[in-house]
């Protein structure tokens, strides 16, 4: 039986990892007003399988805005900042890193905080892999390969028993993808398959992280 998570009665300090730097792509925000109708939405949303139309930065930007994004950020007696995003976390804390894969040529990681992708150097083989995991679910087309990459000691670092709250994390994340990116018109299918042994294999801190999720977002 899975033990229940608990705040710590002293904060298990945690430092998280400390990403390389590559190239920086900048994403335009979603600055215009989404009307949608909220009962119509949730009727209408559904899995989508259907990748022709290739994503745009400017799509990806809006979608990453509206699901994602850091909105303001604190510093904590935990070593994480705690931070506010349109999605509920466990303490704040926020232990899921989204990476993209375009092509096999790399991955980059979604920064919340700047809203830009940052390249992760060397991650080649990593991006390889997860695309090919994802084909090995599903037609690809244009698709782009999402992955949830889950950094628990930030989590443990306010819990003990962290696990159950990391895994609701990378949940809580996949719904909100799919429910904005169905507000978007962008076809979006989260995979079977964490993606563990593809995507973190060989990161820098790669002992820190496991993989959480893969999905799949497109174009419209």
């Known amino acids: 039986m899975v033990p229940d998570p608990k705040p710590r009665g002293v904060p298990q300090r945690y430092e998280p990892i400390a990403w390389p730097s590559g190239q920086r792509i900048h994403l335009p925000p979603r600055t215009a007003p989404l009307l949608v109708d ?3 939405l949730m009727e209408q949303r559904k899995t989508r399988r259907e990748f022709t139309r290739e994503l745009s930065l400017e799509a990806l930007g809006e979608f990453l805005w509206l699901a994602c994004r850091s909105r303001s950020s604190r510093a904590s007696p935990y070593g994480p900042n705690q931070e506010s995003r349109p999605h509920p976390s ?3 804390l926020h232990p899921i890193h989204v990476l993209v894969a375009r092509d096999r040529e790399g991955l980059y990681r979604y920064d919340h905080s700047e809203h830009a992708l940052m ?18 679910s599903l037609e690809l087309g244009q698709g ?19 696990e159950t709250l990391v895994w609701r994390d990378a ?3 996949l719904g909100y993808m799919s ?3 169905e ?3 962008l076809p979006f299918c989260p995979l079977g398959i964490t993606g563990s042994s593809e995507v973190t294999s060989g990161l820098p801190g790669a002992t820190k992280f ?4 893969l999905a799949v977002l497109g174009g419209c």
Do not use: C, F, M, Q
């Open 119 to 136: 390249e992760i150097p060397g991650s080649k083989p990593n991006a390889g892999h997860a695309i090919t995991a994802a084909r090995a």
């Open 144 to 162: 782009w390969v999402l992955a949830l990459v889950a950094e628990p000691g930030k989590t443990g670092s306010k819990y003990e028993n962290p």
């Open 171 to 173: 949940g809580v994340v």
């Open 210 to 213: 496991h993989g959480a999720g």
């Open 90 to 92: 466990a303490g704040a």
């Open 183 to 185: 507000a978007l018109g």
């Open 179 to 181: 429910v904005v990116a």
């Open 38 to 40: 909220v009962v119509t």
